[in-house]
């Protein structure tokens, strides 16, 4: 994901609207590793700025997402999470207290796959479950 600066840019170059509420928007979800739901990054920015809407909160990270400077990923515990990492990179999620951390697989493309009878894939997500340390 772009810099808090640059993402100011390219969403007026987008014709998209920059307020406050979007620039903390930007700067709450650079560089971070929490892979936060809309829920959580809406809680962590009303504290900074009272009154701010889980709509613009969604409206924002959905303008990000197609503009290509998020990710959605899906780990099976219900809401959506972002992740502002759009690296090639997969997923570790901690069955018991549900933390997701980046993890970097080595040969993922190199994968011997049965029964795509012409199907194409362009993409790979691989999830790994478990414990984290904390909760091991
Ligand atoms: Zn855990
Ligand atoms: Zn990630």
Known sequence: ????????????????????????????MHGNTMHPTADALFSEASVQMPGISLRTVYQTLTDLASMGELRLIDVGAGAVRFDPNVDDHHHVVCQACGDVRDVYVAGSHELRIDGLNGFSVDSTSILFHGSCARCA
């Open 1 to 28: 994901m772009k810099s808090p600066t640059e993402l100011t840019e390219a969403f007026r170059a987008n014709g998209l609207k920059v307020t406050p509420q979007r620039q903390l928007l930007f700067r709450l």
